[in-house]
Structures are given as C-alpha cells and as structure tokens.
C-alpha cells in the first residue's frame, strides 16, 4: 500500500517486496495505491478492501509506512475485521504509535542513528575538503530491521 510514483522511497520499497514476492512460488503481488502517507488514506484504502468479496481480499498487506498501516488497521478493526487473522498488516518506520496501537503493529524499523550518523560524516567530509572540485556521488546502504509484533 502506497504511492510508488509520488515518492523515489516508496518505489524501493516496492522493489524489493517484488523481489522477494518473485522468489515464493504461488504468492502474489498486488499495488494498492494511496493517494498519501496519512492515517485517512490508510483509512480510505481499508475502505476500497472492504468492499471487495472476502476471497478478493489480500491475506496480507506490507505498507509504505506506519501511519497508512496504523489508518488501514485501525479502519479494519472498526468494521469488525481480524488482524491478523484476516489480514495480516506490515508497516515501515517503526514510529513510537506503532507498539501502542489495537493490535500492536508489526513493522520495519529503519537504523535512525546510523542514517544520522553517515549524514553527519558525509557533510563533514565535504566541509573538510580543501579542493572546490564536487566529490563524486555517495551511495550508502543501511539495513533496516523487521520489528515483529501482533498485527503479522
């Protein structure tokens, strides 16, 4: 769930949730857009699920980030839908609102000191240099963790 064409991000994201959809025989993918990254289009999107005939339904959802994931959970359970019985739900971030929620969220938590950690050092090396010449592109791959709780 969520906005790939809006956001670089979320289009990672996708990426690799396909890549690991692709590598399970018999499991599919589908997009489900959102128009935001709020709690209401999370809200919204378990509207347009609902709606659908229970074996159209997805058997799990993995979220661009927590508040969509929060807003689809919290709109399923208020139409008496089972998470994760029903609907299993994954989100992204990890926000403090996660642990709290009805059913506390199952999410992925990205490494927050360490991405402050390589910005910090990225924009001293840059202070420190002494040529005016523009150094070449960093690319800086941190691995996030799955923070496994009761909603998946």
Request: aromatic share 2%.
């Amino acid at each position: 769930l969520g906005h790939p064409e809006q956001s670089p991000k979320v289009r990672t994201r996708l990426a690799g949730a396909r890549s690991v959809v692709d590598a399970e025989p018999g499991v599919e993918l589908e997009l489900l857009e959102a128009d935001s990254w709020t709690i209401e289009a999370g809200r919204a999107s378990a509207d347009r699920l609902i709606r659908r005939r229970p074996e159209e339904r997805p058997t799990a959802v993995f979220c661009a980030n927590d508040m969509l994931a929060l807003g689809l959970e919290q709109q399923l359970l208020h139409e008496g839908m089972v998470v994760p019985d029903e609907i299993a739900i994954v989100g992204y971030d990890d926000l403090e609102w996660a642990s709290v929620s009805s059913v506390p969220l199952t999410t992925v938590s990205q490494p927050r000191h360490g991405l402050g950690r390589t910005a910090v050092d990225m924009i001293m090396d840059l202070l420190s240099r002494t040529s005016s010449r523009v150094p070449a592109a960093n690319h800086v791959v941190l691995r996030p963790e799955l923070v496994l709780r009761e909603s998946a």
